[in-house]
């Protein structure tokens, strides 16, 4: 696969121990095999969209209560399409070898992983973040809370992101892991989705919403930093199967 | 020397056999005090002024509460320590603590609910332990259900342990954003703090439950951990002599 060429251009008598290039690398062929997929990145989007179509059809169209479940109801959406996008993360390089290829590089296998939820969160959650607007316009959702739900989004879909891929990487192996990676990833979801949609009830309500946008990127520092560590040693076991 | 016992464990064996000899205390520890806890809670303590005897579930409810949350900790330490030491033993014990922790937390969210009826009025409420609870049955599910997912067990048992950590890592988070996600969308009509003092004739029953359901756990514990070991181990020498009853030399 591509990704493996890439890292090893390089004088293969000295090898490349610094993360910054590799990950680089990583990051460039991996955005290049995401945007060559356009229908894998349109999937979870039109999930997205097609699910929250949905709800004025089971609820009923009272403009009162959608408004009153639309952040609810965005934000559980969003979680579920990065969810079932995330199943993905690291199949076709488990199946075709590279992912053993990586772990045996001499960048460490974080930054690989790092690399990965990258371009992950910029194919998914990002546009997910900037779609949120318009549905939430079609939800009826007061313009009060537009900000506050597109700047929850954008920090929330990259902490969604970052502790799905331990899950990924924990049921990479499994054939059907689908239903699986859901059960075991969605109780770590729980801080992410309350402090998320309480950073759009809070604008709604017209209070100041930094405290909730503030604990979102505590959140997203704390996974940035520890996740991609718990991926790659769930890696190295899935490997082992 | 001191070290001796820790690398001892390492040895299902050498746990087998110093552990067959635990079991009947254990047992009878955890029968005579949950009897005597039972019987002393539900007819010789006092009614309680407010609730009446619905009160007397919490002497089922906290003792099952408080080692559904003890046996996740459990779980996941025993999880890290297979990890780091590669510890055979450590495993079983982490895969034996699932099935019994997540059955402790459905008893505490059960005898919970029970008592919110005649309580509250209602079988469940949002409320934020309650909501703590059943996101830690969640976790335990998980658990069980990724290691059920593995054709090898060693795959599982690492895979169980490392997620088993980060949930650990978790819970914290999840309890604290539970309970700021509570105070946020507390319903008026409905109290739930409970009276901080008790009192000790309702007190001392009570202590006698939760050590009887900690014993009661530890038993449990060793007995499933030592039927995974004979499960594992089947193949070795000794575990053929256990299955056929003959009895062990010292193992050393």
């Known amino acids: ?241 | 020397m001191a070290w001796q016992w820790f690398h001892r464990l390492g040895s299902p064996r050498w746990f087998y056999q110093k552990t067959s000899g635990w079991l009947p205390w254990l047992a009878a520890a955890s029968v005579l005090l949950l009897l005597v806890g039972t019987v002393w809670g539900l007819g010789f303590a006092p009614q309680d002024a407010k609730q009446g005897n619905s009160y007397r579930i919490i002497y089922i409810h906290v003792p099952a509460a408080f080692l559904a949350l003890a046996g996740y900790y459990i779980m996941a330490f025993s999880g890290a320590i297979g990890l780091i030491w590669k510890m055979k033993l450590s495993y079983a014990v982490m895969r034996a603590a699932a099935p019994i922790g997540a059955v402790l937390t459905f008893i505490a969210l059960f005898t919970g609910s029970l008592w919110g009826k005649p309580t509250w009025g209602t079988y469940w409420v949002w409320d934020a332990r309650i909501t703590s609870m059943l996101i830690l049955l969640f976790l335990y599910v998980g658990v069980i259900a990724l290691s059920r997912a593995f054709a090898r067990e060693q795959v599982a048992d690492k895979a169980c342990a490392l997620l088993a950590l980060v949930g650990t890592v978790n819970i914290p988070i999840i309890y604290k954003s539970v309970d700021w996600w509570f105070t946020l969308h507390q319903p008026a009509t409905i109290k739930l703090t409970e009276s901080s003092s008790i009192d000790p004739s309702m007190f001392y029953p009570l202590l006698v439950m939760i050590i009887g359901f900690y014993c009661f756990y530890a038993w449990t514990l060793l007995v499933h951990t030592r039927n995974l070991i004979l499960q594992r181990e089947w193949r070795t020498q000794w575990a053929q002599q256990v299955l056929r009853g003959e009895p062990l030399g010292d193992a050393g």
């Open chain 1, 1 to 241: 696969m591509a990704s493996v060429d890439s890292i090893a251009v390089r004088d293969p008598a000295e090898p490349c121990h610094r993360a910054g290039p590799g990950f680089m690398a990583l990051l460039r062929v991996e955005l290049l095999l995401a945007l060559r997929r356009r229908a894998d990145i349109a999937n979870p989007l039109l999930f997205f969209v097609t699910v929250l179509a949905l709800l004025p059809l089971g609820v009923g169209p009272e403009p009162e209560l959608l408004a009153r479940m639309a952040p609810g109801m965005i934000w559980v959406m969003a979680l579920l399409a990065t969810l079932l996008s995330q199943e993905s993360l690291f199949r076709s390089d488990f199946e075709d070898g590279s992912l053993e290829q990586l772990t045996l590089s001499p960048q460490p296998l974080y930054f690989a992983v790092l690399a990965k939820v990258t371009v992950h969160w910029l194919v998914t959650g990002l546009p997910l973040a900037l779609l949120s607007p318009l549905l939430a316009m079609m939800l009826n959702l007061p313009a009060a809370g537009y900000p506050s739900l597109l700047l929850s989004l954008l920090l929330g879909t990259a902490c969604l992101s970052l502790i799905g891929a331990v899950g990924a990487a924990l049921t990479v192996s499994l054939r059907r892991a689908g239903l699986l990676l859901a059960l075991i990833v969605m109780p770590l979801y729980v801080p992410v989705l309350i402090f998320g949609t309480g950073a759009v009830q809070a604008a709604l309500d017209g209070y100041a919403y930094s405290v909730q946008l503030a604990v979102l990127a505590a959140l997203l520092a704390a996974a940035a930093a520890l996740a991609p560590l718990a991926a790659a040693g769930a890696i190295r076991i899935s490997l082992d199967s």
